[in-house]
Structure formats: structure tokens, C-alpha cells
């Protein structure tokens, strides 16, 4: 009966995904880097669907950073799946310390989710 309720007020085809918080979170959610070093983070999402869902992934940087290429990756997740979206770039060498808000936009099937989660890298 709550799985039928919260069913009507999510606007999804499962009403975990209005329940379940975390169904696209950033792993690590943070790093330490060197200026220069790589950053990796998977984005790791959970299809509540009974059919598979294509999801695509962009990083989104800190202008300070002055990245000219998104950090961009994509898959089809099974039902009732994790799926992974592996990103990756380089921090700038310019010398920026400190720590920095990466924000994920998302494209989930049909729907654009910006900024839906982060990662945090720190520039020591």
C-alpha cells in the first residue's frame, strides 16, 4: 500500500526513486590530488526500473579550472542493477589548493537530471 501511494506522488515509473536518496551518488565522494594529478570518481547509479535505462554522465568543473573537455561516459544499466559511469580528468597544474564542488549532470533515459549529485576533490 505505501509503495502504491508514494507511486502517486513521484513522477517516476518506481517510487524508490523518489524514496531511495542516493540512487545516483559519486564514489569516492572525495579525493586529495596533487595539481596535475587524475581524478577518477564512478558514478554509481541504481535502476529501480523493470527495464534497462541508458544513462549519460557529465562532470561539471569549476570555471577556475579553465577544462575545455567535460569529463563525460555512459551505459545501460539492467533492472533492479547498480551500474557504474566511470569519469576521469586531470586536475590543472596552475597551482589552485583547496577544495572544490564537482557537480554531475545526468541524463537518465528521457529525463535531464543537472547538478543531481558531486564529488568533492581536494587540491593540496
Same mark, same amino acid.
Given at each position: /500500500? %505505501?509503495? %502504491?501511494?508514494?507511486?502517486?506522488?513521484?513522477? =517516476?515509473?518506481? !517510487?524508490? #526513486?523518489? +524514496?531511495?536518496?542516493? =540512487?545516483?551518488?559519486?564514489?569516492? #565522494?572525495?579525493?586529495?590530488?596533487? !595539481?596535475?594529478?587524475?581524478?577518477?570518481?564512478?558514478?554509481?547509479?541504481?535502476?529501480?526500473?523493470?527495464?534497462?535505462?541508458?544513462?549519460?554522465?557529465?562532470?561539471?568543473?569549476?570555471?577556475? =579550472?579553465? +577544462?575545455?573537455?567535460?569529463?563525460?561516459?555512459?551505459?545501460?544499466?539492467?533492472?533492479?542493477?547498480?551500474?557504474?559511469?566511470?569519469?576521469? =580528468?586531470?586536475?590543472?597544474?596552475?597551482?589552485?589548493?583547496?577544495?572544490?564542488?564537482?557537480? $554531475?549532470?545526468?541524463? #537518465?533515459?528521457?529525463?535531464?537530471?543537472?547538478?543531481?549529485?558531486?564529488?568533492? $576533490? /581536494?587540491?593540496?
Amino acid at each position: /500500500e %505505501r509503495e %502504491r501511494l508514494y507511486g502517486d506522488l513521484f513522477p =517516476w515509473d518506481h !517510487p524508490n #526513486y523518489g +524514496i531511495d536518496e542516493s =540512487w545516483v551518488r559519486c564514489s569516492p #565522494y572525495e579525493q586529495r590530488l596533487e !595539481p596535475g594529478g587524475k581524478a577518477h570518481l564512478d558514478v554509481v547509479m541504481t535502476n529501480h526500473s523493470s527495464a534497462a535505462r541508458r544513462a549519460h554522465c557529465a562532470a561539471v568543473f569549476p570555471r577556475i =579550472w579553465h +577544462i575545455r573537455d567535460r569529463a563525460v561516459g555512459g551505459s545501460v544499466i539492467r533492472p533492479g542493477k547498480d551500474g557504474l559511469i566511470p569519469l576521469s =580528468w586531470v586536475v590543472p597544474k596552475d597551482g589552485l589548493k583547496g577544495r572544490f564542488v564537482v557537480p $554531475v549532470d545526468v541524463i #537518465y533515459g528521457d529525463r535531464f537530471l543537472p547538478q543531481v549529485t558531486e564529488a568533492i $576533490v /581536494e587540491v593540496v
